[in-house]
Nanobody
Framework: QVRLVESGGGSVQAGGSLRLSCTVS????????MAWFRQAPGKEREGVAR???????AYADSIEGRFTMSRDNAKNILYLQMDSLKPEDTAMYYCAARSGPYCLEFMDMRYWGKGTLVTVSS
């Protein structure tokens, strides 16, 4: 019954910005661990940002302070604001979730969206 649907991907030039959204159904984002992952062609999937039930977020080292995860509890929507985008950020971006208030690692995600594609040109 749980559904995660990403949107907001597209093509931008290096240095530009995008905001991704993840609309979640039948699952409370403020009661569980939520995260954003990405997978570039030919590369392993990696965690980008995660947030626990209290709204505390953490980011992969590769992000270097350029991304910000947030949420709208009333609408049950997650966001990923991406600034200063680089060609290396080009990937399919996925919203993911697992049950429980703790979110200490990028692992054991139970629910996944289908992804939204981000392409950054130089």
């Amino acid at each position: 019954q749980v559904r995660l649907v990403e949107s907001g991907g597209g093509s931008v030039q290096a240095g530009g910005s995008l905001r991704l959204s993840c609309t979640v159904s039948r699952y409370s984002i403020n009661a569980n661990c939520m995260a954003w992952f990405r997978q570039a062609p030919g590369k392993e999937r990696e965690g980008v940002a995660r947030m626990n039930s209290a709204g505390m977020s953490a980011y992969a080292d590769s992000i270097e302070g350029r991304f910000t995860m947030s949420r709208d509890n009333a609408k049950n929507i997650l966001y990923l604001q991406m600034d200063s985008l680089k060609p290396e950020d080009t990937a399919m971006y996925y919203c993911a979730a697992r049950s429980g208030p703790y979110c200490l690692e990028f692992m054991d995600m139970r629910y996944w969206g289908k992804g939204t594609l981000v392409t950054v040109s130089s």
